[in-house]
């Protein structure tokens, strides 16, 4: 079993580019419909992942990942995942000892940019590069699974 | 992938108890709230296993199973999955060349005794057992994922 504690941020500038360089993820999810728990389907190149993830409490939430086939995440994110899939370009950036992982929507959430850092603790302290904005730790709007429902191009202003 | 092509029916009488042995199967489900798919946490013995199912279309159904660690599996029927969990023996009985599982249920489905037999296709001839009773092929509330939340000792009698 899992456990991840990630802190989740939105970026501000284009001063990451050049620090890292990115890779395309396809992903859906089977549920979206019970909002606890997510069952997501995700293809990085070649390899397929099946990752459960449980109740976020604060930055911690439970996750169980596992590798599968191609064929098998094909064949899910086209016939079970709840569509549109989220696609997103995904840049692993070393900043001190720690990386961040910055994606870069594509298709109904462009424009969105989210870095995330995962933590060995809750309360460990994190140095935040100078592209990094507001936190949106915890907070569901940001979550992929509902990124497929609510995508950032439909969230109001007020929002943004 | 998989394709899971299955009949299923109801058994009558005992005639089928001594032809096998049983095992003790405990499963939940990640999500039963989307009726499509299913996600299913099963632990038999020592090895845990997780399984995605899609649609059911006539008596086939997409199925992806994997096998994982019997505390991933554990953890998720105890935090993730709804309970109560399904609790049930699994007796393989070989009948020519075909195997029937019979599943007795215990806890809130006690009472309830299911065989199902896997084909390879769709109208593939079966020799029913004599200790086989009505047909249930396609009957949602017959789904073990359903049993959670309808479980057999709800139903009306007009439905026994």
Known sequence: MGIEIERKFLVKGDGWRSLGSGTIYRQGYITTENKINTVRVR????QGYLT???KTTGA????FEYP?????ALFMLENLCDHPLIEKTRYKIKQGELIWEVDEFMGDNQGLIIAEVELEQENQ???LPNWIGQEVTGNLQYHNSNLVKYPFKKWKDEHR
């Open 43 to 46: 293809l990085i190149g070649e």
């Open 52 to 54: 459960i993830k449980g």
């Open 60 to 63: 911690t939430r439970a996750e």
């Open 68 to 72: 599968i086939p191609k064929e098998d």
């Open 125 to 127: 302290a994190v140095e």
